[in-house]
């Protein structure tokens, strides 16, 4: 059973430890084609958070941002292989903040081609997050094991 658990969270980091080290290798000085392809998803994203919120959201780097996903990706599945809840909600975080932005079906009408792939994406990304919420369930459902203490023998004179 332990064996079994362990090879599923390395499949399931497979995805996370692939893309980390796909950004990783094309990264150069300015992010990379990560980079490149995040900017206009994220103008788009800060502009529409903008007019629904009325906050302003602050100006980052491309490449600082994509230099934190692979961090927290690496990080997260490093952890995460080793049955940590903490790398589980690092890959949750990750998970959380990067779907909405890279996946912006909802700026495409519904008929769009555009809109029927990123959903797609979006959906997908949506069960990798219902698989980290379940394994954080299902982690803190488990009830410790309790160390008994044995009563001390009493001595016989």
Do not use: C, W
Request: glycine share 8%; charged share 15%.
């Amino acid at each position: 059973m332990a064996f079994g658990s362990f090879l599923g969270r390395l499949l399931f980091v497979s995805v996370f430890v692939l893309s980390a080290y796909q950004e990783f290798n094309e990264f150069g000085d300015d992010g990379g084609a990560a980079a490149r392809q995040l900017k206009p998803k994220f103008n788009v994203f800060s502009n529409h958070v903008a007019t629904q919120t009325g906050f302003q959201v602050p100006h980052v780097e491309m490449k600082h941002l994509i230099l934190g996903a692979i961090v927290m990706k690496s990080l997260g599945s490093l952890l995460f292989v080793f049955g940590s809840t903490f790398g589980a909600v690092i890959l949750l975080l990750h998970q959380a903040i990067s779907a909405p932005i890279l996946y912006d079906f909802y700026n495409y009408d519904a008929d769009k081609k555009e809109f029927t792939q990123l959903f797609v994406k979006f959906t997908q990304n949506l069960a990798l997050l219902g698989a980290l919420l379940y394994f954080i369930g299902m982690k803190n459902s488990i009830p410790r094991r309790s160390v008994k203490k044995k009563a001390p023998k009493a001595k016989s004179n």
